[in-house]
């Protein structure tokens, strides 16, 4: 079984401060891939990023960054300097290697305040 | 390049209807996935087409069911609606399913009165 976990509901910043969304996942596969979605108010996911389970090396796009460590199932999204356009509700998901469906998180709503 | 679209955006039912949505995928998009997103179950996979076959599906009762057509395009039913039913339901699409990253449409918002 496949489960994602994202601890936090909610995350309220002012603009220009960091902020670091958890994701914590279980899985038996040992390839798997992960990714992070946005779901802004218009209720369309965008996709930001997928992962597979034997590459480590954390990844910056921009304002950008995640964190993947296989040793403790996580893999963080953190956005620095946020701006209000940021405001949305972020997905972890998992997806197995040889399954066509993604098991998302229960999604972490960022609200960034000018 | 035209990203995925659904229709109806918005739809009103009245229990024990029947619903039919519809999903066009990017163009060159032979994977279509249909997800239902609630505020208690969050984001739930229903199944998954490609080439016209169902290739997984997830666990939701058989009156749920889908379909694809040679084009590509993809319809999912609800027959006998409950109010539990209402939802936004969201597809996607990807090149083949296997991986790939998906791309969303903007979702179908139903509501069963």
């Known amino acids: 079984a496949q489960k994602v976990t994202q601890a936090q509901t909610e995350i309220s910043v002012v603009e220009k401060e960091d902020v670091t969304l958890d994701c914590v996942y279980e899985?038996?596969?040992?390839?798997?891939?992960l990714f992070w979605y946005k779901q802004p108010p218009s209720g369309e996911l965008v996709f930001l990023i997928r992962?597979?389970?034997?590459?480590?090396q954390n990844e910056i796009s921009g304002r950008y960054s995640w964190n993947f460590q296989k040793s403790t199932s996580s893999f963080n999204f953190t956005i620095t300097a946020s701006q209000v356009v940021d405001s949305a509700v972020y997905f972890c998901?998992?997806?197995?290697?040889?399954?066509?469906?993604?098991?998302f998180g229960a999604g972490t709503t960022v609200t960034v305040r000018a | 390049k035209a990203g995925v679209t659904q229709t109806p955006r918005y739809l009103i039912k009245t229990r024990g209807q029947q619903v039919t949505l519809s999903c066009s995928p990017i163009?060159?998009?032979?994977?279509v996935s249909w997800y239902q997103q609630t505020p208690g179950q969050g984001l739930q996979f229903l199944f998954e087409?490609?080439?016209?076959?169902?290739?997984n599906k997830g666990n939701f009762p058989g009156r749920f069911s889908g379909r694809q057509f040679s084009n590509s395009r993809s319809e999912m039913n609800v027959s006998t609606l409950e109010l539990g039913d209402s939802a936004l339901y969201l597809c996607?699409?990807?090149?083949?399913?296997?991986?790939?990253?998906?791309?969303f449409g903007p979702g179908t918002r139903l509501t069963v009165l």
């Open positions: 996607a699409s990807s090149t083949s399913g296997r991986r790939d990253e998906q791309f």
């Open positions: 899985t038996r596969d040992t390839t798997y891939y």
């Open positions: 992962r597979n389970s034997f590459d480590e």
């Open positions: 998901a998992l997806a197995p290697p040889n399954d066509y469906k993604l098991s």
């Open positions: 163009s060159g998009h032979r994977s």
């Open positions: 087409y490609f080439s016209e076959t169902q290739r």
